[in-house]
């Protein structure tokens, strides 16, 4: 099943161009895909500079973002969870 997951689940290219038009600090950018039985979990770290950036107004950007790799994901049988964590620049 992760195999099927992997050939037919490969989003990881609209996600970095959607948040590379959102944030500032283009290079702390960092995606990792983690496909398992559950679905796909999509880990996104950002420099915190540019976290307010992500998560928008009252959660509405991030909402959106994670309600469209919901539907993606359904379309594909597949549950699809996006996780925003901090990078820490040192």
Same mark, same amino acid.
């Given at each position: 099943m992760v195999q099927e997951i992997q050939r037919a689940y490969?989003? &990881?290219e609209f996600l970095e %161009?959607?948040?590379r038009t959102l944030i @500032?600090?283009?290079e702390s950018l960092k =995606?990792? @895909?983690?496909?398992?039985?559950? !679905?796909?979990? %999509?880990?996104?770290? =950002?420099?915190t500079t540019d976290i307010p950036q992500v =998560?928008? @107004?009252? !959660?509405k950007t991030i909402n959106a973002l994670r309600k469209v790799f919901n539907v993606v994901g359904?379309?594909?049988g597949v549950r699809a &969870?996006?996780?925003?964590?901090?990078? @820490? =620049?040192?």
């Open positions: 490969n989003e &990881t %161009y959607v948040l @500032k600090n283009q =995606i990792v @895909k983690q496909i398992d039985e559950q !679905g796909v979990l %999509y880990n996104v770290e =950002i420099d =998560i928008g @107004k009252q !959660g359904h379309l594909h &969870t996006l996780k925003v964590n901090s990078a @820490k =620049i040192i």
